[in-house]
């Protein structure tokens, strides 16, 4: 894995991590199974996540070979991560500057996590090529990731001294042309419980 060298975060990305049938097969499912994305702590910015988010069935052998796959990668116990999701953004679609961890004593914070805790890691899997934007951008850490078939992107959402790291505030960008699909894992200081 390519390690981001910066002492701001702790961030890797790895190239071709998931096969091109692999990430055409998720492409389905997230087809199959869209919503429109509902946010904790979104305020009144109905536009802050315009795009749609589906939860994989963790019984489909696609869904199962990524969980192998990331668990023979990162090791982290199974047990902490959150279900799969998977994103479709259209064009004018984006997630907008936003942290993945919840703001401690938030209105949310009870609600999501009473039981599992913060969220720690997350682990990004690019599904496709996006004819243009759709890019991810790290703004503390002055770094644009571009979707690429099955590339994968993680990162430390805590600092060292495990408190919540802004730096890793990072925005998906507005789908300019094309498609883009994206795979998120999260994963929590506990078990989440299902
Ligand atoms: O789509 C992206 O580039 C970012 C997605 C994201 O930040 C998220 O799902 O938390
Ligand atoms: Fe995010």
């Not at 910066?6 to 499912?29: G, Y």
């Not at 536009?47 to 199962?64: G, H, I, K, Q």
């Not at 990668?73 to 907008?96: C, M, S, T, W």
């Not at 590339?151 to 498609?179: A, F, S, Y």
Request: charged fraction near 30%; glycine fraction near 8%; aromatic fraction near 10%.
């Amino acid at each position: 894995m390519q390690r981001l060298p910066s002492d701001k975060a702790e961030l890797l990305q790895l190239r071709a991590f998931v096969t091109p049938d692999l990430a055409a097969r998720l492409i389905e499912l997230i087809e199959q199974d869209r919503r429109p994305s509902t946010l904790a702590d979104a305020g009144d910015d109905r536009y802050f996540r315009t795009s749609e988010t589906c939860d994989l069935d963790a019984a489909e052998p696609a869904v199962r070979s990524l969980e192998e796959q990331l668990f023979a990668l990162n090791g982290i116990d199974p047990a902490h991560g959150e279900p799969l999701q998977g994103q479709r953004y259209d064009v004018g679609q984006e997630f907008k500057p936003h942290c993945d961890y919840f703001n401690p004593g938030g209105a949310d914070w009870n609600r999501y996590c009473s039981v599992a805790g913060q969220r720690t890691w997350t682990f990004m899997i690019y599904l496709n090529e996006v004819e243009a934007g759709g890019a991810t951008r790290f703004k503390a850490l002055g770094k644009t990731f571009q979707p690429e078939v099955g590339k994968l992107l993680c990162w430390n959402n805590r600092r060292p001294d495990q408190r919540e790291n802004p730096n890793t505030i990072h925005h998906g960008m507005k789908v300019r042309r094309g498609r883009k699909y994206v795979i998120t894992k999260w994963y929590r200081e506990k078990p989440w419980g299902w």
